[in-house]
C-alpha cells in the first residue's frame, strides 16, 4: 500500500494524560519474535562501531558502545499494540530501555530501508523520521521522556513529558513488560501495567516500522508480540 506523504504540525502543548487507561487491547496476533532463528531473517541492525548485536540463549542481546537501533523489518498499521518484555543487564551501564514506533521516513514513507539512507546508529541520524520514542532510564538513568518526532528534526518536549522521579527510573536485571500502543489517535506507552505516558495526537501516525534502541548498554529482549489492536470504546 502506497502511503502519501502529509505535512503536518504538531502543537508543542498537545494533550498529554498521563492516568489514562489502555485505547486497545489484543484482537488478532500479527507477528511474535522467534529469537533461534537468522537475525537478518526479521531484523535489520543500524549500529555504531564496537558494538554487537545477536541472538543468545532465545533472547535479542544488543551489546552496544556508541548507538544502536534493532528495527523490526515489517510495518504495521494502526490499531496495533507492540508487547516485549526485556531488561538492561546490571553487569552493564543501566542506561538508555528506549524505542522508536510508528516510524516513517517522509521522504520515502513506504520504504525504511531505501538504498542511501542516512541512519547510522547514531542518535542525531533519526531526526529527520517520523515516529514516537520513549527514552525509559536515558541520560545515564536520570530521565524518562516521549517525544514525538515530526520529520522535520524538531524533537518537542514538553515538561509532562519528562519525568525525573525515581519511580520512572531503570533498575539493573529487572525485567520489564512494555506495550506501546498507536490506536484511536492515542500513542500509549504502559511499563509492567501502569501508562507512563498517554499522548493524544492530532496528527497520528498510523503506519510506521518499530525498532528497539539504546546507547552504551546490554539491551536483552525476552520476547515481542505484535497484536492487531480492537479499539476500546
Known sequence: MRITPIAFFVPLLAVCLSAGTPAAEPAELLYRADFSQALA???VVEQQPGGTVTLDHGTLLIADQ???TVWLKQAFDAPV???????????????????????????HPDDLFYA???RTGKFGSYDNLRLYYVGYGGNANTTTRFRRYDGTGARP?????DLSA?????KGDHVYDIELIAAAGRAQFIRDGE???DFADPAPLTRGWFGFRTVLSRYRVHSLEVWRARVVD
Open 41 to 43: 531473517e526479521d531484523w
Open 116 to 118: 542511501g539512507h542516512p
Open 166 to 170: 525515581p519511580s520512572f527510573m531503570l
Open 81 to 107: 499494540i507492540i508487547k516485549f518484555k526485556v531488561e538492561i543487564e546490571g553487569r552493564g551501564r543501566v542506561s538508555d530501555l528506549n524505542c522508536f514506533w510508528m516510524a516513517s521516513d517522509p521522504t
Open 66 to 68: 556508541a548507538g544502536c
Open 157 to 161: 518536549l514538553v515538561p509532562s513529558h
Open 195 to 197: 501508562m507512563i505516558f
